[in-house]
């Protein structure tokens, strides 16, 4: 058969896939879930054609870097079907903010600023719907609100998940009493000044166009002191670095934070000075998050994919190697 | 609807990821939505964002009327922003063979405030900031430092220096001069790795946003 | 005058710029100058996007190779510049941000623009892999230092460097991999950075004089160079 | 239905008694205070006992904010004695303006704590003088009022003087260097590698018969990378027109495209072959980020240039970008000044321009001995780099270390020589 033969039933093939798994969907099909037993055999396949590649490199055949794409999409792809059992070690940075959360009486008011957009949704949303979860199972008010313009956005999708479990359902929460999302405001920085003073100020309406003051739920927050614990999910500036600089150090707020992979490790100087009370660092503070909070949602999976990404780059790495290795001793030395 | 922009969504998909197997037609089409899209939509905000409120507005402002249709002082017309219109035309000039040259004012203009802006800038915030944050007592005030951190201040301050030495143009990478160049380079290679290494990780979540909007959103096989 | 006014003009602005950071009445000219620098690109993008029409009309009548994707891009500009300047189907109206929710061009831009641009970006993943494969070789010194310094922080970012050396006990705590990690990116990486930060600053005011002054010239088609 | 009176009587007396607490007190209490403000004129309508009054600010002082254009005026002052975090009974404070003698306005209200306003609402040739009023949750205590101030307009910020002073000296050097060379007198600089690599790069493209791509990165012209790009395009180019190469330059900026031309024309010229340069050789493709990478990754897999030039301001497309040109088996001469993208360069390219190299490049390759010049300038302030942080790091771990005084005078000199403010 031609390439071009094969290229062509390939993309026969994908498009079957889809069509059918899509009218399942419509249909009403159980998710597909490969059973632990399943899944370990899996890794175990994965494991032993990397091993065969590294035997292969050793004898001198170089991969080329299509499959080294094909790994990384397996990698990422199959950990989402899969039924893996796993201890989460709870690092203490996450404990802290679970337990501030628990040391809050019903009804108190929690404020959580979405301050990301799409692109860092596979980290931070896992991290808003546990929040929301743990929030509105604990009979706690949640005040949202974003500095980035599609952050309000991501705050209903969370709502949306949150709200279609069984068990918030059932607790009949209403909008504007148990939970308010008010919008996105510009200003970056000013805006937490400002609120400092007035949140009014800032949102006169919430993201429908509800005057603040016919807001059962804020029509009585004035400003900070009136809030009794701060949340931000953010992916870079305007995000924790600014909240702790002016809502803590200057409004005495209670600051917890959830932070991309990338910017967390920024944050630890002010977890060490106290400012912020504790932190959820990407994927993996997600998947402990959602363990403390009996939330299991997609931060568990993705986590298990992105530990299986990272090993399959560490596994290239070390081919590499090998291959370079090989090839200097067949050379000889010569430079 | 829902299920058009679903199916919309998986095919734009698949076609940029197509591009890792090879250069093919599926790639070609969705390249060629991506650019004709991005480009329509950038004219389209730059022409409301920067043509009609800043510069359109910002000389004919909207006139405000009280109640009872009469005209109150509003915004008062900035007349410099015309400079920056004529300019404009003046770049515009270039689709005239005879007096095209003259679009080279506009642009000795750009040139000009460019170079003298960050000339300051970068001065001021790359090297002044920079040299002032390496003046640190080795030992930290008063003999506070732990070795850890005394270990770590005397690596930055001779990171920093000998950065500098590989760096330097007029001298021959010899002698102790070169070896020093050498010890730089290391710490310039440190670097790379250390943020090459940072980055590996955290790029992957963006992947796996995207096949989870394959797998769950359009197929609907992860819940 | 053909070559001199350039010249001069560049000479002027660029003097006047450095010397505003230093005279408070004149500090407001850089927003000033950023304003004019928006107005002026507006009025390049007619060449710009006259540039792109101008291309894929001559690929299609010319019927160059490909020229049906031409066909594509084309019809994407035109039905964006109609949706956007006509703001179609705009709730607001002609009055309202062409961005509002449920205009033509948000639509578009939500359902189309949005998956195709994080999809670009997600390749980043794959690349990354594939760049690390290959350029992560202990080829000679340079690159043994830049594979150790990647590795640690590569291993102290993930699980593995715990399990690898969580036994070390809480006295050698600093030769754990997640805080050697640490240490290397607060130390030898900020050294560094703050070397390469020192002397692009240094390379900025070397280049930007040789502009304002006019010995470099090419970009103002200067032929006698 | 029938009703049952005996059930119904508990209800109504609850009825009642609620109608009395939510109702009834609250008018009584508050008849009541009418009562107290009608015995005793002038006092407020909380009674004096239930008034929380809190103590004034003190040290409140009004001053022309130094080195502006006249448009600021800083206040600062002592908070409240009763300012305190625990238990504290003031809840912010109200500034008061009055300009030329007129009435007293609000200007702003700060939270607890502040101690200090700039009031950048002010003009000149006016007098402002202000006060500040602590607020507790029910009572105002003015402050007493400052003497006006006439905001003033400076013509030299003397805090930057010493920024100026190294500017000018720095600059100086980069003169002084260009003149020597001019005078003819030989100077000496180093290879550059990745500077070395450009002829040779191009020479190949030239055997194979394949083009050579410019991408000058993704910033507009009023990013200083974008010029560097084009100081580099500009000798590039005339290489190019020299081998009798083809160049192709994707854009992603409108006026990049038109600067692009302009310096690609003028090379052609330069080199005696201005019917060999043609507009399309420069296009613009789109200022979004990742459509312009799209576009690019195309023409590199389908053009296959010999050679790719990744020269300006990148972000995350950087890695992209190198790999694709990597894939196609071109030589890549990339750089850049933005530090978080140069070891996806390094990794992925086969030279790269690191930071000031990149500035340099092109003075290094036009061979001018005045465009060297320049270079021996920016060495001087390497020099001067290297010996503040020298002299700095010792003087300042000696002198703290010892209480050795003229160390820790020296300290103190360098930390202002190079503050910023």
């Known amino acids: ?335 | ?223 | ?225 | 239905m029938p009703s049952h009176p005996t059930t119904s009587r508990p209800s109504y007396l609850a009825m009642l008694s609620l109608l009395f607490t939510f109702f009834l007190l609250p008018s009584i209490v508050l008849a009541q205070a009418e009562v107290g403000q009608a015995n005793v004129e002038g006092t407020p309508i909380v009674p004096d006992s239930e008034q929380i009054v809190v103590a004034p600010v003190t040290s409140l002082i009004a001053a022309d904010h130094k080195y502006d254009d006249g448009e600021m005026i800083d206040l600062s002052w002592v908070p409240s004695i009763d300012d305190q975090l625990i238990d504290g009974k003031v809840i912010g404070y109200k500034v008061y303006r009055l300009e030329d003698d007129g009435e007293p306005q609000m200007i702003t209200e700060l939270a607890p704590s502040s101690n200090g306003y700039n009031d950048q609402s002010v003009e000149r040739g006016k007098l402002y003088s202000y006060f500040v009023s602590t607020l507790s949750s029910n009572a105002e205590t003015p402050s007493v009022r400052t003497a006006p101030v006439e905001p003033q307009r400076e013509w030299l910020n003397y805090e930057l003087l010493n920024v100026l002073i190294i500017a000018l000296v720095l600059g100086g050097a980069v003169i002084y260097f260009i003149e020597t060379a001019r005078r003819g007198k030989k100077l000496f600089v180093r290879k550059i590698a990745g500077i070395e690599a450009v002829d040779e790069a191009i020479g190949r493209a030239t055997e194979m018969g394949r083009p050579i791509l410019f991408i000058p990165g993704i910033l507009d012209m009023d990013d200083v990378q974008t010029l560097a790009a084009l100081t580099i395009l500009g000798r590039v180019a005339r290489m190019i027109a020299d081998y009798d190469s083809k160049i192709f330059m994707p854009v992603s900026r409108s006026l990049v495209m038109t600067a692009g031309r302009e310096t690609i024309k003028a090379s052609y010229q330069a080199a005696g072959r201005p019917d060999a340069y043609n507009d399309d050789m420069v296009t613009y493709i789109t200022d979004e980020q990742f459509g312009y990478v799209a576009a690019v990754d195309g023409i590199m897999v389908r053009e296959r240039p010999a050679t790719v030039f990744l020269l300006g301001a990148f972000f995350a497309e950087s890695l992209i970008l190198a790999e694709t040109g990597n894939s196609v088996g071109a030589i890549q001469i990339a750089g850049t000044a933005r530090p978080a993208q140069l070891p996806f360069f390094i990794a992925a390219c086969d030279f790269t321009l690191i930071g000031e190299e990149l500035f340099a490049a092109s003075a290094y390759l036009s061979g001018e001995p005045k465009q060297m010049g320049s270079l021996k300038g920016q060495d001087v302030g390497k020099a001067i780099a290297m010996a503040a942080i020298l002299i700095g790091v010792l003087t300042v771990t000696i002198g703290d270390a010892w209480n050795v005084e003229w160390m820790q005078n020296i300290t103190t000199v360098l930390t202002e020589i190079f503050s910023t403010k």
């Open chain 3, 1 to 225: 005058m053909k070559r001199q006014v350039p010249l001069i003009i560049t000479f002027l602005i660029g003097m006047i710029m450095i010397f505003s950071f230093f005279i408070p009445p004149l500090e407001g000219l850089e927003q000033t100058c950023s304003l004019f620098f928006d107005v002026i690109a507006v009025f390049a993008f007619f060449l710009g996007g006259g540039n792109l029409m101008r291309i894929h009309v001559n690929k299609l009548r010319r019927r160059k190779k490909d020229w049906g994707f031409s066909i594509v891009t084309l019809g994407g500009f035109i039905i964006m510049l109609a949706a956007g300047l006509l703001k179609i189907g705009n709730p607001g109206g002609i009055a309202a941000s062409p961005t509002t929710e449920g205009a033509l061009l948000q639509e578009i831009f939500t359902y189309v623009f949005l998956p195709l641009q994080s999809t670009m970006y997600a390749l980043l993943a794959f690349f990354v892999a594939s760049a690390s494969y290959r350029a992560f070789r202990a080829k000679n010194r340079e690159a043994t230092i830049l594979l150790i310094a990647a590795f640690v922080i590569l291993l102290g970012r993930t699980p593995f460097g715990m399990m690898l050396t969580g036994w070390i006990p809480e006295s050698f705590s600093v030769l754990q991999v997640p805080n050697m990690a640490i240490w290397i990116m607060n130390s030898p990486n900020l050294a560094g950075q703050r070397a390469i930060m020192i002397g692009i600053g240094l390379g900025v005011i070397s280049m930007s004089l040789r502009l304002i002054l006019g010995i470099e010239r090419t970009y103002l088609g200067d032929d006698s160079a």
């Open chain 1, 1 to 335: 058969m031609s390439t071009k033969a094969k290229e062509i039933l390939v993309l026969a093939l994908i498009f079957a896939f889809s069509l059918i798994f899509y009218i399942g969907k419509v249909l009403g099909w159980e998710a597909v879930r490969f059973s632990t037993t399943v899944s370990l055999i899996v890794i175990l396949l994965v494991a032993l054609s990397l091993l065969w590649i590294l035997i292969l490199t050793i004898r001198g055949r170089l991969v080329e870097r299509r499959i080294v794409f094909l790994y990384v999409g397996i990698a990422v792809a199959l950990p989402l079907f899969m039924t893996l059992s796993q201890r989460i070690a709870i690092s203490p940075e996450v404990e802290a903010v679970y337990n501030t959360l628990e040391g809050l009486p019903e009804g108190s008011k929690v404020l959580v600023s979405f301050d990301y957009d799409p692109p860092s949704a596979p980290e931070l949303q896992p991290m808003a719907e546990a929040f929301l979860y743990y929030c509105f199972e604990h009979d706690l008010k949640v005040i949202m609100m974003g500095l980035w313009p599609q952050g309000p956005m991501q705050a209903n999708l969370a709502i949306e998940k949150v709200l279609s479990d069984e068990k918030i359902k059932s607790k009949n929460l209403k909008y504007g009493e148990d939970y308010v999302n008010l919008g996105f405001q510009a200003g970056y920085e000013f805006v937490i000044q400002r609120m400092g003073s007035d949140f009014r100020s800032m949102f006169p309406t919430d993201y429908r166009g509800t005057p603040y003051e016919q807001i059962p739920l804020v029509k009585n927050v004035k400003n900070f002191s009136n809030i009794d614990y701060c949340f931000n999910l953010s992916s870079g500036f305007p995000g924790t670095r600014e909240w702790v600089q002016i809502a803590v150090d200057r409004f005495g707020v209670t600051l917890g934070a959830g932070n991309t992979a990338v910017q967390a490790p920024q944050m630890y100087p002010f977890m060490r000075a106290g400012q912020l009370v504790g932190l959820l660092g990407g994927m993996v503070g997600a998947a402990e998050f959602e363990f403390l909070t009996k939330w299991i949602g997609k931060g568990t999976k993705f986590m298990i994919s992105q530990s299986f990404a990272h090993v399959i780059v560490i596994a290239f790495i070390i081919i590499g190697n090998v291959a370079f290795f090989r090839s200097k001793r067949k050379t000889g030395l010569k430079r």
């Open chain 2, 1 to 223: 609807m829902e299920h058009f922009a679903l199916w919309l969504g998986g095919f734009l998909t698949l076609g940029i990821f197509s591009f890792l197997y090879k250069d093919n037609p599926w790639y070609k089409l969705t390249e060629a939505i991506y650019v004709g899209i991005s480009a329509g939509y950038f004219v389209v905000v730059y022409f409301w964002d920067n043509f009609y409120s800043k510069f359109w507005v910002g000389v004919f402002p909207h006139k405000r009327l009280n109640e009872a249709g009469e005209l109150i002082a509003g915004v008062e017309p900035d007349y410099w922003l015309i400079v920056g219109g004529v300019l404009g035309l003046l770049m515009l000039m270039r689709l005239l063979p005879k007096v095209g040259w003259i679009s080279r004012w506009p642009l000795a203009f750009i040139v000009g405030a460019t170079a003298g802006l960050w000339l300051i800038n970068y001065f001021a915030s790359f090297v002044m900031v920079q040299i002032q944050n390496t003046v640190t007592p080795l030992f930290g005030m008063d003999y506070s430092a732990s070795l850890y951190v005394i270990v770590g201040n005397i690596v930055v301050a001779v990171g920093t220096f000998t950065g500098l030495v590989y760096f330097f143009f007029s001298k021959e990478h010899k002698g102790a001069f070169g070896s020093a160049a050498r010890v730089g380079i290391f710490f310039l290679m440190i670097t790379f790795g250390a943020s090459f290494g940072y980055t590996v990780m955290s790029r992957m979540s963006l992947l796996i946003g995207r096949i989870d909007f394959l797998f769950g959103d359009w197929l609907g096989m992860i819940k």
